[in-house]
């Protein structure tokens, strides 16, 4: 499904000179690579303030609770979708808000702006909105609905693991809603050499909160002026790294693009690709599928890996089950999707004959 040497390859000779250049400088935490990256990442994204942290996990939890003020918040609902890998309710059990789950729209597999507004209620302390398999939701159209519903109190948190330079409206994703959260894990569209994380934001007050958080809760060394802080930062090394990959990004989702364009005219009558908007950015190629698993026997027989993002909703997680959750009995879209996803390979390093093969195989499938 990837293969991370030939990115290591490509970009050899920046990455060694920059990784050896901030290992000699005797810098390796809270230094000038990381201030740096920050800043051309907020500037890419077109946010005023950018915290690293270790890792999209810590980045949703930390964003989540500088968004809604933990205390206050206790036991109140967190609108999401049951289908995006369990990260949003992860973010939401670790500061005790409860997971409450609306449907998807059936082609982007996207959150529903009209199930998040039917939701919506002054018991909501958040909505977290996640751009899926580099698909974006519409944030503005959620905003103006939220207000017209008086309902604009609510923070939107914007899950941005999968979708590094997407756009919508010409903006980017990232930049739509209160404050907004990144993964660089290793095969995100900008993905470090290890793990790293990253929360976004336009608001002064969200930022500071944040960064306290992320250190032990400190407002100066050794003085912790809050509660539920904590150690998570990200080293020199990753931040060198991703200031690499961070100038060709534009071009590698383009890549991206290209290849999932090529899937999506080989096959278009037993598989129906996500669409994720003009703007998305192909961080998956994933494909509804009614045969699902006869479909992924005959891509691994001629020699295409697949794979399941994701087998199994939030709600449906056997070691959740006894934790406290929303709006698992309407998610009649979500339930009729999971079983019919199906990933095949996309991403920047592959070869044309590689996606050649690929498209091949996608072919002959539905000419059968
Ligand atoms: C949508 C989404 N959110 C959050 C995360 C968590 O990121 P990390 O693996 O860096 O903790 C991921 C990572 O896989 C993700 O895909």
Same mark, same amino acid.
């Given at each position: 499904?990837? +293969?991370?040497?030939?990115?290591? #390859?490509?970009?050899?000779?920046?990455?060694?000179?920059?990784?050896?250049?901030?290992?000699?400088?005797?810098?390796?935490?809270?230094?000038?690579?990381?201030?740096?990256?920050?800043?051309?990442?907020?500037?890419?994204?077109? =946010?005023?303030?950018?915290?690293?942290?270790?890792?999209?996990?810590?980045?949703?939890?930390?964003? *989540?609770?500088?968004?809604?003020?933990?205390?206050?918040?206790?036991?109140?609902? =967190?609108?999401?979708?049951?289908?995006?890998?369990?990260?949003?309710?992860?973010?939401?059990?670790?500061?005790?808000?409860?997971?409450?789950?609306?449907?998807?729209?059936?082609?982007?597999?996207?959150?529903?702006?009209?199930?998040?507004?039917?939701?919506?209620?002054?018991?909501?302390?958040?909505? !977290?909105?996640?751009?899926?398999?580099? /698909?974006?939701?519409?944030?503005?159209?959620?905003?103006?609905?939220?207000?017209?519903?008086?309902?604009? $109190?609510?923070?939107?948190?914007?899950?941005?693991?999968?979708?590094?330079?997407?756009?919508?409206?010409?903006?980017?994703? /990232?930049? *739509?809603? &209160?404050?907004?959260?990144?993964?660089?894990?290793?095969?995100?569209?900008?993905?470090?050499?290890?793990?790293?994380?990253?929360? *976004?934001?336009?608001?002064?007050?969200?930022?500071?909160?944040?960064?306290?958080? #992320?250190?032990?809760?400190? !407002?100066?060394?050794?003085? !912790?002026?809050?509660?539920?802080?904590?150690?998570?930062?990200?080293?020199? !090394? #990753?931040?060198?790294?991703?200031?690499?990959?961070?100038?060709?990004?534009?071009?590698?989702?383009?890549?991206?693009?290209?290849?999932?364009?090529?899937?999506?005219?080989?096959?278009?009558?037993?598989? #129906?690709?996500?669409?994720?908007?003009?703007?998305?950015?192909? $961080?998956?190629?994933?494909?509804?599928? +009614?045969?699902?698993?006869?479909?992924?026997?005959?891509?691994?027989? $001629?020699?295409?890996?697949?794979?399941?993002?994701?087998?199994?909703?939030?709600? &449906?997680?056997?070691?959740?089950?006894?934790?406290?959750?929303?709006?698992?009995?309407?998610?009649? =879209?979500?339930?009729?999707? =999971?079983?019919?996803?199906?990933?095949?390979?996309?991403?920047? &390093?592959?070869?044309?004959?590689?996606?050649?093969?690929?498209?091949?195989?996608?072919?002959?499938?539905?000419?059968?």
């Amino acid at each position: 499904m990837n +293969d991370l040497k030939r990115l290591y #390859q490509r970009y050899q000779v920046e990455i060694e000179r920059e990784v050896t250049s901030t290992l000699r400088s005797g810098w390796w935490l809270n230094g000038a690579m990381g201030k740096k990256f920050a800043a051309n990442f907020a500037g890419f994204i077109g =946010v005023s303030d950018c915290v690293l942290v270790a890792n999209g996990t810590d980045a949703l939890e930390l964003a *989540l609770a500088a968004a809604v003020g933990r205390n206050g918040a206790r036991g109140r609902g =967190v609108i999401t979708a049951a289908n995006a890998g369990g990260y949003a309710s992860c973010a939401c059990w670790h500061n005790d808000l409860v997971p409450h789950y609306v449907d998807i729209d059936a082609a982007s597999q996207l959150i529903s702006v009209s199930s998040v507004l039917a939701a919506a209620s002054t018991d909501t302390a958040a909505i !977290v909105v996640t751009h899926l398999y580099g /698909g974006v939701v519409d944030v503005g159209a959620l905003k103006s609905a939220l207000a017209e519903a008086g309902l604009s $109190h609510i923070p939107i948190v914007e899950d941005c693991a999968q979708a590094h330079g997407a756009r919508i409206g010409g903006r980017v994703a /990232g930049s *739509l809603a &209160d404050v907004s959260t990144f993964s660089f894990y290793p095969t995100k569209n900008l993905g470090a050499a290890g793990d790293g994380g990253a929360i *976004l934001t336009s608001d002064p007050a969200i930022a500071e909160h944040v960064r306290r958080l #992320q250190q032990y809760g400190w !407002v100066s060394k050794y003085h !912790v002026g809050v509660p539920h802080g904590r150690n998570s930062r990200m080293d020199e !090394v #990753q931040a060198a790294v991703l200031d690499v990959f961070l100038r060709d990004l534009g071009d590698r989702n383009e890549r991206r693009r290209a290849i999932l364009g090529r899937y999506k005219s080989a096959a278009r009558r037993r598989l #129906q690709f996500v669409e994720g908007g003009d703007g998305a950015v192909a $961080h998956l190629a994933v494909a509804l599928c +009614d045969e699902r698993d006869a479909f992924r026997i005959f891509m691994k027989e $001629h020699g295409v890996d697949t794979e399941v993002h994701y087998p199994v909703l939030d709600c &449906d997680q056997v070691g959740w089950a006894g934790l406290p959750m929303k709006g698992t009995e309407d998610l009649v =879209v979500t339930r009729a999707s =999971v079983n019919r996803l199906c990933t095949v390979p996309c991403y920047p &390093d592959m070869t044309y004959d590689e996606v050649g093969q690929v498209c091949l195989a996608l072919a002959q499938w539905e000419a059968m």
